[in-house]
């Protein structure tokens, strides 16, 4: 007996197990006496629930913020768009005060205050459908119903093996075909989960919205799922809400909630008749500050998206195309394997089959009928494999690899991808349509020339300029605009918000005309806005002095053409307001084509007064749009990208035409396009390169169908015309590629092929719209997109050819095989390991070659061009030929030349195909090219992938003899195998010297 058992018998270890766990039970009523009243008064732990009639005790309002209200009183509120419940809580001034924001700073007090707001009110997060585990995809490999039949086939085979030889040598033949299935199984179900989780990222990321709010007095960026109740969210045209909340203020707001209610209308938001903005929404027009009181879960379009189940998955064109492709060597497959089944079949049955032996194979009165249904379960199962290998399952998994692989590697090179179906059809672009702002050009703007009436004014003169003149300009400036300023105390420097057009002018007005920003806004009281917009072209304002209550001053700002058009006088700097007539016009089109002939963009201020009951006036809503005075012109520079010209160039040696469309007017899209090499020096406006929106929109469509290849330039355009002419281009072939950044680019990025919309001053409307996120709004970028379209493209057809060759040997030697000689030199294992080659791993090498710079000296696939070309069918062929002839060799004359038996001779015959397979991947690699290993080296996947091949294959022939149905071979042997299947790298040398039209 143990010494435990002596010290311990049964009693006395049921009495021990009893007093540990009471003495936990004691330990765990200690540490809740001790703890959870700790836990209760941290911030963090408690929400309350207090209404009007409720006691709040001191504790409670020393520890938990937000005591003052009812987290569901303010949900419903919006929610139920109830003026009366939002009355009850002091309107909207009485929220600010209940969520403890200032309406002024927004948020301060920093971290601490964020994270007990997400505590008691709820993150600004939606529950998501669970990803995909690593088991459903295991589950849904053994659904192909080849895998199926493969498993039958193997479980009979199982069975009548044991049966026969018993465990120790029955389970052979069954059992390494159900190891080689699972193999294949288990690696196409990792394959596929690791993109499943790719995609998963990729979602999560193309769904993190930032926008602006007001915390600690600053207007800062943040992600939406930062967003806290309390929040104040700045919004502008195309922008999406992000959670609910309320009008704090802003001007002539505007949103289509049809994304909510369905209903297509646009809704007017204001602060008195329906202060309730929805998340999911999208601003129309205007600009708001919003103050946000439900978020996640607790708003309109949380409860929507919780009842929404998004799958990543999508199938693109191209995996559709490549589904019947599959379709139709399938049916191929089927029909040779069926036609070796019959004729194994009927062999078998009239006693010319040979057994394991060699010896004729005879049904007589003896044979069992275990040995008969063994030999048919094996025929069958041969049969069924022959079909694994034929069916290029490996297609939908190739482009699902390359895509993923595509997808990670484009979002380091500045590219999101939205939708999958954008990777493949980049590739195929002929034309890309581009804004220029931010695109071409850097966003960086600056002030570089001031025009008063008709003097330029530098530096030197800036001090001539009259006080009245300065006092308009800097009303024109800070009060007209959606930007703003900060500086945290007057020893800060200033920071400037808004787009780079504003802050451009901002800045300008602070330093060079000494603008205070928060003095005038003190001063002045704005009554009116109308925001700016891509149609109009222009913002103006109405706003009252408050020293001067019956004077009413409208403020335009926008396109100088346009401005100046509105305009009947012009005051210059010594405050002087002269009349505007038909000559003056002329000079005034002459500065601003001067400026626009050096790339500025020409921005022009204008002002008129109207008297308090002065007649048609007299609403301040209703802002004077003639007999303006014109008081300032600028220019703003805006630099072309360094790397533009050289990313254009690169798009036209591929083929691929620009198309550069702008809002500005024509001296300056001229000037722009020749700096970014859209266009030569030499040309002019009178050959059709560079038109007006406004001529391109009144063509016919026969005149636009003609004349839209020779527009490289369309100035001064409207989104009607961008989606004219994508529409123009589609129709006659083109395969067209646009850029946005607008609301009203929305159109134009839906229709196109590719939509690209810009990941920084692009809107949300507009992101919704693209296909592809270009993150730093950088042309070079799309260049790089189009370069990985085309590789996406390329990889493709790489495997295509390589599959398919291996498809053509494995079904013409199979079936040459049973006809004459009644058996096929493969088993079902082999033949698993050969499709595990061609498929997953084969898809893997070749699916992640990188982009090459000779990709980009091609022309564009375009839409006709057939997915395997006349090259790959040369390449193709040419190999499976030279298989064919060496295994048919080596299946008829293999004994004799090596002088062996029949097992090594099939055991030669099995390494040296797949051996032609090892070294076809080397060909595959280039299409064309001869030179198959230029940048191999930089492809470790695809070294690796080779190396565990050929070492896994070594495994199989020396080691693994009963599972593979192999013999060992020797060193010769081996040499000879290797030799003969090396010899298709000089044959597709020589192969490819022959011409071939694509």
């Not at 109830?82 to 001034?93: A, D, F, I, K, M």
């Not at 294949?184 to 690791?194: C, D, E, H, M």
């Not at 020779?710 to 395969?735: E, N, T």
């Amino acid at each position: 007996m143990r010494i435990s058992d002596k010290l311990f018998g049964p009693k006395q270890r049921w009495r021990l197990a009893f007093s540990v766990i009471s003495i936990c039970n004691a330990l765990i009523s200690l540490t809740k006496k001790k703890l959870l009243p700790a836990i209760q008064r941290t911030p963090s732990y408690k929400v309350i629930d207090i209404h009007a009639d409720d006691e709040v005790n001191e504790s409670d309002q020393n520890h938990i913020p937000f005591y003052k209200i009812d987290p569901k009183s303010l949900v419903n509120v919006v929610k139920e768009r109830s003026l009366e419940l939002l009355g009850q809580l002091g309107g909207v001034e009485g929220v600010v005060a209940l969520v403890e924001t200032d309406a002024e700073n927004g948020i301060v007090d920093g971290v601490k205050n964020l994270s007990c707001r997400r505590n008691v009110f709820g993150a600004n997060t939606y529950p998501k459908k669970p990803p995909k585990g690593f088991f459903y995809f295991m589950v849904e490999a053994f659904k192909d119903t080849t895998i199926l039949i493969l498993l039958v086939c193997a479980a009979l085979s199982l069975g009548f093996g044991i049966n026969k030889a018993g465990w120790a040598n029955g389970w052979y033949d069954g059992g390494s075909i159900y190891i080689a299935v699972f193999l294949v199984i288990g690696v196409s179900a990792v394959s596929n989960f690791k993109q499943s989780r790719q995609f998963e990222k990729l979602s999560k990321e193309s769904a993190n919205i930032k926008v602006d709010v007001v915390r600690d007095g600053r207007r800062q960026e943040v992600s939406t799922f930062d967003i806290v109740v309390g929040d104040i969210v700045c919004l502008k045209i195309g922008d999406q809400i992000p959670a609910d909340g309320l009008f704090l203020s802003g001007y002539s707001l505007t949103v289509d909630e049809s994304s909510i209610t369905g209903e297509g209308d646009h809704l007017d938001v204001n602060w008195s008749e329906n202060p309730f903005l929805f998340s999911g929404a999208k601003v129309v027009d205007g600009y708001v500050q919003m103050l946000v009181t439900s978020v996640g879960m607790n708003t309109t379009w949380g409860e929507v998206m919780g009842s929404i189940n998004r799958d990543t998955n999508e199938q693109t064109p191209l995996q559709a195309r490549l589904d019947k492709l599959t379709s139709y060597i399938g049916k191929i497959g089927l029909t040779v394997a069926f036609f070796v089944l019959v004729v194994l079949l009927v062999r078998y049955f009239t006693g010319t089959s040979k057994d394991a032996e060699g010896h004729r194979e005879y049904l007589g009165r003896e044979t069992k009928f275990r040995d008969v249904m063994n030999a048919v379960i094996l025929i069958i199962s041969d049969a069924v494999t022959i079909v694994v290998v034929a069916i290029p399952e490996g297609l939908p998994l190739a482009v699902t690899l390359t895509l993923a692989f595509s997808m990670k590697r484009m979002m380091s090179d500045m590219a999101m991808v939205r939708k999958l179906s954008a990777c493949e059809t980049m590739g195929s672009a002929t034309i890309i349509c581009t804004d220029k702002t931010g695109t071409l050009t850097l966003n960086q703007m600056k002030v570089t020339e001031f025009w008063l009436g008709q003097n330029a004014i530098n530096n030197d003169s800036l001090h001539k300029i009259s006080l009245n003149v300065l006092e308009l300009l800097r009303q024109g400036v800070s009060l007209n605009t959606t930007g703003n300023v900060y500086r945290a105390n007057s020893g800060m420097a200033a920071e400037f918000c808004g787009s780079p057009t504003e802050k451009a002018l901002l800045s300008w007005a602070v330093f060079d005309l000494g603008m205070n920003m928060e003095e005038l806004k003190r001063d002045c009281s704005i009554l009116h806005v109308e925001t700016f917009n891509s149609e109009k072209k222009r913002s103006g304002i109405s706003m009252r002095k408050k020293d001067d209550e019956k004077t009413i001053y409208v403020h335009w700002k926008g396109a100088a053409e346009m401005i100046v058009s509105m305009c009947s006088s012009y005051q210059d700097q010594t405050g002087v307001i002269n009349s505007i007539d038909e000559a003056e016009k002329v000079i005034f089109n002459q500065i601003i084509q001067g400026m626009a002939a050096k790339s500025l963009r020409c921005i022009a201020f204008a002002y008129g007064k109207v008297v308090e009951g002065e007649f048609g006036y007299s609403d301040p809503q209703l802002l004077k749009e003639e007999g303006l005075v014109l008081f300032g012109v600028v220019g703003l520079k805006d630099p072309c990208r360094p790397e533009v010209k050289s990313a254009v160039e690169a798009c036209r040696g591929a083929g691929v035409k620009i198309k550069m469309i702008t809002g500005d007017n024509l001296f300056t899209a001229r000037a722009i396009a020749i700096e970014c090499g859209i266009l030569s020096e030499e040309v002019g406006f009178d050959n059709g390169e560079v038109v007006e929106g406004a001529e391109f929109r009144n063509y016919t469509p026969e005149e636009r169908a003609e004349k839209v290849n020779i527009i490289c330039v369309m100035a001064r355009s409207s989104p009607l015309d961008k989606l004219l002419m994508v529409q123009c281009l589609k129709q006659i072939g083109h395969v067209v590629a646009v850029t946005g950044d607008g609301t009203n680019d929305a159109p134009a990025l839906k229709e196109a092929d590719i939509g690209l919309s810009m990941g920084i001053q692009g809107t949300e409307v507009a992101k919704e719209s693209s296909d592809i996120i270009i993150l730093d709004d950088n042309f070079t970028s799309i260049v790089t997109v189009l370069k990985w379209g085309r590789c996406v493209y390329n990889n493709i057809q790489k495997f295509i050819q390589f599959q398919l060759t291996v498809n053509i040997a494995a079904l013409v030697i199979n079936l040459i095989a049973a006809v004459s000689a009644g058996e096929i030199p493969l088993t079902a294992v082999q033949m698993l390991w050969v499709n595990l080659i061609m498929d997953t791993l084969g898809a893997l090498a070749l699916a992640t070659e990188r982009p090459t710079e000779d990709l980009m000296e091609k022309p564009p696939v375009g839409r006709s061009k057939p997915l395997i070309t006349n090259i790959m069918w040369r390449n193709l062929i040419s190999q499976a030929l030279y298989q064919v002839a060496v295994l048919l060799t080596l299946q008829f004359k293999g004994e004799a030349i090596f002088g062996v038996n029949e097992k090594v001779k099939d055991t030669l015959l099995f390494n040296t195909f797949v051996f032609c397979q090892v070294f076809n991947e080397f060909n595959s690699r280039k299409l064309e090219k001869k030179n198959v290993f230029e940048g191999i080296l930089r492809n470790k996947l695809f070294m690796g992938i080779i190396g565990v091949t050929v070492v896994l294959q070594v495994v199989m022939v020396e080691f693994l003899k009963k599972f593979a149905g192999t013999h060992r071979l020797n060193w010769g042997q081996w040499g000879a195998c290797i030799g003969v299947a090396a010899i298709s790298w000089p044959l597709g040398w020589v192969v490819k010297c022959i011409p071939v039209s694509n």
